[in-house]
């Protein structure tokens, strides 16, 4: 394994989420961080790779570094890949297969990419472990070489499945929204547990579950395993101290108030088995009702939510129709704060509002914004509840 005091992480993020991802890693007391498109990369010790792993709720994963350089044709590519630690790093018996993707570099085949750094990886490895064949029957060692305008970076997964597989979502809608954008789409709005929460599109329930995982301060990896928790060169007591911060940090008796409601009463049920699978079922009041009934008694409150715009309404009528719907209700809770996620374009037009401020995200390969409206602040002893 690399030095335990001196590793180089990557924290991957979907685009327009670095910011917020950036945020999360110096909240885990890592300070040496450096943000860049569809990254965030910090330096750490080797306990990081389990706490990340474990704590981050908007990363895609995290991958570590281990070289970067220019690589301007394949001879370069395979002896700087060759020249890395590579024995340092991967036991004799690891799998390592090999990843690519280039952009705006001179070597744009990626299968030859691939495919040299693989060989490179097996030259090096040759001499220290005295072998020309390896089996590659043990631990996981996914490599990526990742090309951007012909400088190499070369890093391993230590994550495995991506970091929005928190174990709890056995059935989705058809449109799901990620856990990690979830997630996203509460801090961003700076929710906290004294502020009641509506998601009046809550579908299988991502954003209410999201919002108890957040409000109880349980860490969203801590019911799941990862590929790098098999690599002996971490020390399991190094995954056994992480795994009971996750524990000691937990809030499990945290008063919240979070609703959940959809017009289609079978997602509300696998809403309800989706926050019984992650453990908050008894945090989340979820409903079959359609929007048009979205209702408060609560003076104050947000509403988080991915509204439909297409992909479970089959006109553009339908579309326009439902968001008129939404502006209306906006007039009635004019105390409450409004946070959507939508790829309709015209949104503040049909809801007759400028947003107060909007974000460009992408929810899979679709471009959306958000939407956010800003209510005004409760008086500073009020109390939701």
Not at 55 to 83: I, Q, Y
Request: glycine share 6%; charged share 30%; net charge positive.
């Amino acid at each position: 394994m690399c030095p335990v005091s001196n590793i180089d992480l990557i924290a991957t993020a979907t685009f327009g989420l670095e910011a917020v991802v950036a945020e999360e890693v110096k909240n885990l007391g890592y300070r040496e961080v450096k943000v860049e498109n569809g990254k965030v990369t910090f330096s750490a010790d080797e306990s990081a790779i389990c706490r990340t792993n474990l704590w981050l709720r908007c990363a895609d994963r995290v991958r570590l570094k281990v070289g970067e350089f220019e690589a301007l044709s394949f001879d370069e590519l395979f002896e700087k890949t060759k020249a890395l630690p590579w024995a340092d790093i991967l036991p004799a018996d690891a799998a390592f297969p090999v990843d690519g993707k280039s952009v705006q570099s001179k070597l744009f085949s990626i299968s030859d990419c691939q495919a040299i750094v693989k060989k490179a990886v097996v030259e090096s490895m040759k001499k220290r472990h005295r072998t020309s064949w390896f089996e590659e029957k043990g631990p996981l060692y996914r490599i990526e070489v990742a090309l951007l305008k012909d400088i190499a970076t070369i890093t391993i997964d230590t994550s495995g499945p991506g970091l929005h597989k928190r174990g709890y979502r056995a059935v989705a809608s058809e449109a799901p929204l990620k856990e990690t954008l979830a997630a996203a789409l509460i801090l961003l709005a700076r929710w906290n547990p004294s502020i009641t929460l509506i998601d009046p599109f809550c579908g299988s329930g991502t954003i209410p579950i999201e919002a108890a995982l957040i409000g109880m301060n349980l860490a969203p990896g801590m019911n799941r395993e990862f590929a790098s928790e098999k690599w002996p060169a971490i020390p399991r007591q190094l995954w056994h101290d992480a795994r009971r911060e996750t524990h000691d940090k937990a809030e499990y008796e945290r008063p919240m108030e979070i609703s959940g409601t959809d017009i289609e009463s079978n997602l509300v049920s696998i809403a309800r088995r989706n926050a019984s699978e992650a453990g908050v079922d008894d945090k989340i009041h979820f409903q079959a009702r359609p929007f048009s009934e979205l209702s408060s008694k609560k003076k104050f409150g947000k509403i988080i939510c991915n509204p439909p715009y297409g992909e479970r309404l089959s006109s553009e009528d339908e579309v326009k129709e439902l968001y008129k719907t939404m502006g209306a209700k906006f007039k009635e809770l004019d105390t409450w704060s409004f946070y959507v996620l939508t790829g309709y374009e015209a949104f503040e037009t049909l809801i007759g509002k400028r947003a107060s401020k909007r974000r460009k995200l992408y929810h899979g390969n679709i471009k959306t914004h958000y939407y956010q409206y800003f209510g005004p602040r409760p008086p500073r002893r009020s109390h939701n509840f």
